[in-house]
């Protein structure tokens, strides 16, 4: 990366999305720095100004241009830096891989959320429904070792981030994605071996933590 | 229907969708001939075409090349501009920056202000009036979006004009139903709905006001 490119990512810690990110500039081996955001407390005037409409992170700031929303920001650094390539080359391919990632982003963290922000019945529904989703997002990915193919890909980066926080269901929702999906679960851990993800993957029990003080909050308790 | 080795691009669309009409204009847009299929979304029942291209969501629209679906209106008008793009007007900016921009802007349109209509569409009394500020607020959002420029995407008609024009549709419904004028709350808004009304493409696939708006009327239980 040529030495006049600064890259700046408003970061939260404990956030999927910015963990999604961080591991896209991974993949594509561009540095950058981070700016950690007290989203709970105040948030910084660098972040009001760059996303004024949502106030959230991640932003990720290239010479001081503000991109926003997460999965925006993958497609902005996939074809930005575009080697090695994370969206598949033919069109048919991207298009497969955009339908993906909106289904993951409509889908994934809200059923996730409904498991630890319940109890009782509505948990049990909110289990069902999320083993569902990761149902179908094996049926997509098929016999193959990644979204992407053989090789690990946009959808693949799209989706590995939000896995930080299934410890957090799983604990809550009283299962195992090892037994409910053997081959979900065996994707997380190949992706896991990836240099791209192990140094961005935030460590479970500190994600627990963070969201046994987010039921509190939300008066879950 | 066996779409299998088929040459055709085939749209599967309700009449009234205003996120299967910007895959219509997207096409016409590009100067695409297409088949039609018309899938009726007053049966809550899908048609077993619908089923078989899209058995994870099971909408519409959906865009048949060559007997494979593409589904999901924006990623439809992204394999669009990359499926005919040498020798073709393309809808995104080259710039990254510029893409990441308009997709913001389309994804705001379906996040937001998608949900905010249909919730001014089914309210009333004092919540009509504190939503139907909501809506007002959001479309004073893209108004300035759209600044000084012809269209969204500059001097040209692009993908974000192409994402939002079919919503115009029922600008004239939310005036009915809220008693107030966009020319004045959005008047560069209103030129633009104008300056695209005027494009042959455009005006072919979006429906009649009073068409669209008796269907949302029904819809929504608008008295």
Redesign the interface.
């Known amino acids: 990366m040529p030495t006049d490119e600064q890259l700046l990512l408003l970061d939260l810690w404990v956030s999927p999305f910015s963990t999604r990110v961080k591991i896209a500039l991974a993949e594509k081996g561009l540095s950058y720095e981070t700016q950690e955001e007290d989203v709970l407390g105040g948030k910084s005037d660098l972040l009001l100004k760059s996303n004024p409409?949502y106030a959230k992170v991640p932003v990720l700031l290239?010479n001081g241009?503000p991109?926003?929303?997460s999965t925006?920001?993958v497609?902005?650094i996939d074809?930005?830096w575009p080697s090695p390539q994370l969206l598949p080359a033919c069109?048919?391919g991207?298009?497969r891989a955009?339908?993906w990632a909106?289904?993951i982003d409509k889908k994934v963290f809200d059923a996730g959320s409904s498991i630890w922000k319940t109890k009782g019945e509505e948990l049990e529904a909110a289990k069902k429904e999320f083993i569902d989703i990761l149902k179908?997002l094996e049926g997509?990915m098929g016999d193959k070792d990644y979204f992407g193919g053989d090789k690990f890909g946009f959808v693949d980066v799209i989706l590995i981030g939000l896995t930080t926080w299934f410890y957090v269901y799983e604990k809550y929702g009283g299962f195992k994605i090892e037994k409910e999906c053997p081959k979900f679960a065996a994707w997380i851990n190949r992706c896991k071996k990836r240099d791209s993800v192990a140094k961005n993957y935030v460590d479970p029990e500190r994600t627990y933590e963070f969201v046994g003080m987010l039921r509190k909050m939300h008066g879950v308790e | 229907m066996d779409m299998s080795g088929s040459c055709e691009i085939v749209v599967v669309d309700f009449w009234a969708n205003g996120f299967g009409m910007r895959v219509r204009i997207a096409l016409e847009e590009k100067g695409i001939m297409y088949k039609y299929e018309e899938e009726n979304l007053e049966n809550p029942q899908r048609s077993q075409l619908v089923l078989d291209m899209n058995p994870v969501r099971k909408s519409v629209p959906i865009l048949i090349d060559e007997g494979k679906p593409v589904c999901d209106s924006l990623a439809i008008l992204e394999y669009i501009d990359e499926r005919w793009k040498d020798g073709f007007p393309s809808l995104l900016p080259e710039d990254p920056y510029e893409r990441a921009v308009a997709r913001f802007w389309a994804q705001y349109v379906d996040n937001k202000i998608f949900d905010t209509q249909a919730k001014f569409l089914k309210s009333k009394g004092e919540t009509k009036e504190d939503v139907k500020k909501e809506l007002i607020g959001q479309l004073k959002l893209l108004d300035d979006a759209l600044g000084e420029k012809l269209y969204f995407g500059g001097d040209k008609f692009g993908y974000l004009d192409v994402a939002f024009i079919p919503f115009s549709s029922m600008f004239s419904g939310y005036e009915s139903h809220g008693s107030f004028k966009l020319e004045e709350e959005c008047p560069k808004l209103s030129a633009w709905v104008k300056r695209c009304l005027a494009r042959e493409g455009v005006s072919r696939v979006l429906p009649d006001f009073h068409q669209i708006y008796e269907i949302h009327k029904k819809w929504y239980g608008v008295e």
Do not use: C, G, P, W
Request: positive net charge; aromatic residues 22%; hydrophobic residues 30%.
């Open positions: 409409l290239h241009k991109v926003v929303e925006n920001i497609y902005y074809e930005t069109s048919y991207k298009s955009r339908f909106d289904f179908k997509a």
